[in-house]
């Protein structure tokens, strides 16, 4: 059971190429998309400047608390940075919390968090390349000294690898603790782990990762 859980099938075939499997996490990925796309048109709708309403003032108030974060991590120089990482915030949360809902989270699927963190660490390098500059940027594996100039090129694989890891390692832990929790424990008694595996650690793992995300980015756009 826990194997057949743990395999990502083919929804679909694209009759193109030979044909292109589409799994079954990008299928949850597009509805997830479609999901927030029109919570977020729904939300926006009839924003006002003065008296704002409940629904107004609730949602200014999340987005300004995930924008102060972020700031207070990055700094104003890192501030043209906090969109992608609000937006990958919600996407993992809600990937992660949707198998509440009965769907499988995308994050079981080690394509998708290799995906995730290949983009994080393309933005880390990007901004490490804005900041310092061609020149600087070649510099900057040469420091603290020479010597280490291998090490320093080897974390460009290694940090994705090390983002990608975790987030798919804990998330897959997770589902496995609770799974066999369920085949020796009556169903009553695994609601409050579920609580915990589900939804706390669920929404831990999206901190996690945006988190070594940012202080990735601070560290590149630090003089």
């Not at 010597?147 to 798919?168: D, G, K, Q, Y």
């Amino acid at each position: 059971m826990i194997t057949e859980e743990l395999n990502c099938e083919t929804v679909f075939t694209i009759p193109v190429f030979g044909g292109i499997p589409v799994g079954e996490s990008t299928v949850v990925t597009w509805i997830i998309m479609a999901a927030l796309t029109i919570i977020s048109i729904l939300l926006v709708r009839n924003l006002k400047v003065e008296n704002p309403g409940k629904k107004q003032l609730a949602l200014e108030a999340g987005i300004g608390f995930l924008q102060d974060f972020f700031t207070d991590i990055l700094g104003e120089r890192g501030k043209r940075y906090v969109p992608y990482l609000i937006t990958v915030a919600i996407y993992i949360g809600v990937a992660n919390l949707i198998g509440l809902l009965g769907f499988k989270p995308p994050t079981k699927d080690l394509n998708v968090t290799a995906g995730l963190a290949i983009m994080s660490i393309c933005l880390i390098e990007y901004s490490g390349f804005r900041q310092k500059g061609l020149k600087g940027f070649v510099h900057s594996f040469a420091e603290p000294m020479a010597i280490v100039t291998p090490i320093n090129i080897m974390e460009i694989a290694i940090r994705p690898v090390s983002l990608c890891m975790r987030l798919f390692g804990n998330v897959i832990g997770a589902f496995v603790v609770m799974e066999l929790i369920k085949m020796i424990i009556p169903v009553a008694i695994p609601v409050p782990l579920s609580l915990y595996f589900d939804i706390f650690d669920g929404l831990i793992q999206a901190y996690v990762f945006v988190f070594l995300t940012s202080l990735f980015i601070k560290e590149q756009i630090e003089e």
